[in-house]
C-alpha cells in the first residue's frame, strides 16, 4: 500500500481543513485506516482511526467532536475533516495504514505511511 497525503496548509483559529490520503494497492479496502499528527520537538501522536467497513471509528480526546474520520473504498481514500482548528492542532499530518482488522492508537502498529501535510493553525 502507497499513501499521498494532501489538503493540509494555513488556516486561521476557528478554521475549517479537510485532508485526504489517496492509496494505491488491493488490499486497501481491508486494511485499518490512521491519522496521525507530529509538532516540532514532540512524539508523533495519535488523531483518528477506521476500520475497513467505514462504520468503526476511534479519535483522540484532543480532537473528539471536532475532527471526523471517513473513508471512501471505492476510491481508495480517507478523509480527515478538521474543525473548529486550534493553534494546538498544528503539526505535520500522516495517513497511515495497517492490515490488520484492529484500530489501534500505536504508531509503530502502523506498517504503511504517507509523507505528510503540513497543517499550520494562526491565532
Known amino acids: 500500500v502507497q499513501l499521498q497525503a494532501s489538503g493540509g496548509g494555513l488556516v486561521q483559529a476557528g478554521g475549517s481543513l479537510r485532508l485526504s490520503c489517496a492509496a494505491s494497492?488491493?488490499?486497501?479496502?481491508?486494511?485499518?485506516m490512521g491519522w496521525f499528527r507530529q509538532a516540532p520537538g514532540r512524539e508523533r501522536e495519535f488523531v483518528a482511526a477506521?476500520?475497513?467497513?467505514?462504520?468503526?471509528?476511534s479519535s483522540a480526546d484532543s480532537v473528539k467532536g471536532r475532527f471526523t474520520v471517513s473513508r471512501d473504498n471505492a476510491k481508495n481514500t480517507v478523509y480527515l475533516q478538521m474543525n473548529s482548528l486550534k493553534p494546538e492542532d498544528t503539526a505535520v499530518y500522516y495517513c497511515?495504514?495497517?492490515?490488520?482488522?484492529?484500530?489501534?492508537?500505536?504508531?509503530?502498529?502502523?506498517?504503511?505511511w504517507g509523507q505528510g501535510t503540513q497543517v499550520t493553525v494562526s491565532s
Open positions: 477506521i476500520k475497513s467497513s467505514g462504520v468503526s471509528t
Open positions: 497511515a495504514a495497517r492490515n490488520s482488522g484492529v484500530m489501534s492508537t500505536t504508531p509503530s502498529h502502523y506498517f504503511y
Open positions: 494497492g488491493r488490499t486497501f479496502s481491508y486494511a485499518v
